[in-house]
């Protein structure tokens, strides 16, 4: 599917381009999503910044989460 997260970003920009030069900002979402959401940034020149939140664990499983905080 993907090379790399950066080949992400590009085919994804490639299917976003309709948003090139747009009043428009991309969020990423560390840790993944953030190459990804560079790459989109600077495919379609638009803002970028990086949103970060918290997970909320299970109790009793804290690997497992049920939402997250930003």
């Not at 747009?22 to 379609?44: K, M, N, S, W, Y």
Request: glycine share 10%; no cysteine; charged share 25%.
């Amino acid at each position: 599917m993907f090379e790399d997260r950066k080949d992400a970003g590009k085919k994804l920009a490639e299917s976003l381009k309709k948003y090139r030069n747009a009043d428009a900002v991309i969020l990423a979402i560390p840790r993944g999503g953030v190459p990804v959401g560079f790459q989109i940034a600077h495919e379609l020149g638009l803002d970028f910044s990086i949103l970060v939140s918290r997970k909320l664990p299970i109790p009793d499983n804290p690997e497992a989460g049920f939402g997250a905080v930003a």
